[in-house]
């Protein structure tokens, strides 16, 4: 859904309550009659301020679209010692994300224009095993916050990875080739999104839900994979040489190499066209 349409959604939806409550007021006798021809007569002030809300968030969105000024901050996700793996938990909403490796310690660059939350960074360890969460807050009105927030999450490459990604209406890179990560968890509602995997020796699990009409997953080759297409009617480009359909609908490479590792993606969700491709492992991309 357009965010526009959202926005006028939850003004329809307050309207219809202020009514609701106003007519059962009305009905219980809670309500005089005063009150009640006074209220028939200035119902149109809801019509101004809806309109008056409309108004504003556009226009805030003009100014921030002519602004210059990006406050940037980094947060230090340092992992806590003797952690031997880490489980990481992502909520993001309106605007970039871009996730990769890093050679030191693990941090968070945000990039907002304008007045922004600081995000809600929370770590524990169980035994040997290291948890981190990080989540923002959802504006009401977000037309002119998304237009400027960037986030970009550096994990160190040290620690096996459990990744967990939860999207809302957020364009999103994430780049594995260089993170040793096993599992992956992604919910993802409308925007763009890119995956790149690259090879493993451990087999690598993918659980992907999207809402996305544009959804690309590049795959390392040589390596063993299968692709679970979990909606029928979703368009699929892939290489016709390097991935074959078999007659379940999954989609398997052709040849494999040991050394390049196991990748199982499980893909569902609404989504609309779906590309896959196969990558060498020396190909780079930089966005």
Same mark, same amino acid.
């Given at each position: 859904m357009h965010p526009l349409t959202k926005r006028i959604g939850l003004l329809v939806s307050l309207f219809c309550l202020a009514i609701g409550l106003f007519l059962l007021?009305?009905?219980?006798s809670l309500i005089t009659e005063d009150a009640t021809a006074v209220a028939l007569n200035l119902w149109p002030v809801l019509l101004v301020v809806a309109g008056i809300m409309l108004v504003v968030d556009s226009t805030k969105k003009r100014m921030f679209t002519r602004s210059t000024g990006i406050e940037t901050r980094e947060h230090t996700l340092a992992a806590p010692s003797g952690a031997r793996e880490? #489980?990481?938990?992502?909520?993001?909403?309106?605007?970039?994300?871009?996730?990769?490796?890093? @050679?030191?310690? #693990?941090?968070?660059?945000?990039?907002q224009v304008g007045a922004a939350s600081v995000p809600a960074i929370s #770590? @524990?360890?169980?035994?040997?095993?290291? #948890?981190?969460?990080?989540?923002? /807050?959802?504006?009401?009105?977000?037309?002119?916050?998304?237009?400027?927030?960037?986030w970009r999450l550096a994990l160190e490459r040290s620690l096996p990875l459990r990744l967990a990604l939860d999207l809302h209406e957020a364009s999103l890179f994430l780049d594995l080739r260089d993170l040793?990560?096993?599992s992956l968890e992604m919910r993802a509602d409308t925007g763009r999104q890119e995956i790149?995997?690259?090879?493993?020796?451990?087999? +690598?699990?993918?659980?992907?839900?999207?809402?996305?009409?544009?959804?690309?997953? +590049?795959?390392?080759?040589?390596?063993?994979?299968?692709v679970r297409l979990l909606n029928p009617f979703c368009r699929v480009d892939y290489p016709?040489?390097?991935? @074959?359909?078999?007659?379940?609908? /999954?989609? +398997? /490479?052709?040849?494999?190499? @040991? /050394?390049a590792g196991n990748i199982d993606i499980e893909l569902d969700g609404p989504i609309k066209n779906l590309v896959l491709d196969v990558d060498e492992p020396a190909a780079a991309r930089e966005t």
């Open positions: 007021g009305y009905n219980l880490l #489980s990481c938990s992502v909520q993001f909403s309106y605007g970039r994300l871009f996730i990769g490796g890093t @050679e030191g310690a #693990s941090y968070l660059r945000t990039e #770590s @524990e360890v169980m035994g040997s095993a290291a #948890s981190l969460s990080i989540a923002m /807050s959802q504006p009401i009105f977000p037309a002119h916050f998304q237009l400027r927030n960037t040793p990560v096993d790149f995997f690259g090879r493993r020796p451990r087999k +690598v699990t993918a659980r992907l839900y999207s809402s996305s009409g544009d959804l690309t997953i +590049v795959l390392p080759a040589r390596a063993f994979i299968r016709q040489g390097d991935l @074959e359909k078999r007659e379940d609908g /999954s989609l +398997v /490479s052709t040849a494999a190499d @040991e /050394s």
